[in-house]
């Protein structure tokens, strides 16, 4: 299974999301979609994207709707995509939460950008570095990508989550219950041993590489501990 950051669509026209499956395929992210406020609020709820794309011109509900609903219990970036073009429209989506605001006809590679800067952005206003190196491993965060000397390496969405909670406190201890609640949705049921499979597959993916030492560190009975960027 791939790393892809998920992107969320929100778009009732069939074109513009096919084509925009293939432009955001074709930059290794994972493309959802939703037809109407409905879809995409369950979506965001359920499957969680890393960033939404969202059209205002909704069949069931106006799409500034959607915006403030999302802002109401959401910070996941979101980016007006509209045919709304005039001023008033883009300050008034910006200023309901928007991240950015593009408006149709658009070009591939502009919106490619703009969704580059707004998961740079999100991740910065959170405090976390978007790019964790340490010796031979390197976890690009915007992309979710993940090398080991250079290689690619392949993790399971529940990997890269736990590998991602590490990277994002890499030098600090976190504890078995806080690894839980971040990985798996603060389901406290979940068995520490549960956990210490995970670390230990994490571990046979990531090395030791090339002499170094192991880059997830465990402090007995407490958690674990990523060895911090250099």
């Not at 408006?103 to 800067?117: C, D, N, T, V, Y």
């Not at 600090?172 to 406290?188: F, P, S």
């Not at 994490?202 to 997830?216: A, D, N, S, V």
């Amino acid at each position: 299974m791939t790393n892809a950051v998920r992107v969320l669509v929100v778009d009732d026209e069939k074109p513009i999301r096919r084509l925009l499956r293939t432009t955001l395929q074709a930059q290794d992210y994972d493309m959802l979609e939703a037809a109407t406020a409905a879809e995409a609020l369950d979506s965001v709820r359920r499957e969680r994207p890393a960033l939404v794309i969202l059209d205002l011109g909704l069949p069931d509900r106006d799409g500034l709707d959607v915006l403030r609903e999302l802002r109401a219990e959401s910070a996941v970036p979101v980016i007006v995509l509209s045919s709304r073009d005039f001023e008033a429209a883009k300050v008034q989506a910006l200023d309901e939460g928007a991240d950015d605001y593009v408006s149709k006809p658009f070009g591939s590679e502009e919106l490619m950008a703009r969704i580059r800067a707004a998961l740079r952005h999100r991740m910065q206003q959170q405090g976390a570095r978007p790019l964790y190196r340490s010796g031979p491993l390197s976890v690009d965060l915007i992309h979710r990508r993940v090398q080991l000397g250079g290689d690619d390496v392949h993790l399971s969405p529940k990997e890269y989550a736990l590998l991602e909670q590490l990277v994002l406190h890499a030098g600090k201890v976190l504890t078995h219950r806080t690894l839980i609640e971040a990985v798996w949705d603060g389901d406290l049921q979940t068995d520490v041993q549960y956990l210490r499979i995970y670390v230990r597959q994490l571990r046979q993916k990531l090395g030791p590489c090339h002499g170094q030492p192991e880059f997830i560190q465990t402090e007995a009975g407490v958690g674990y501990r990523l060895r911090a960027a250099d």
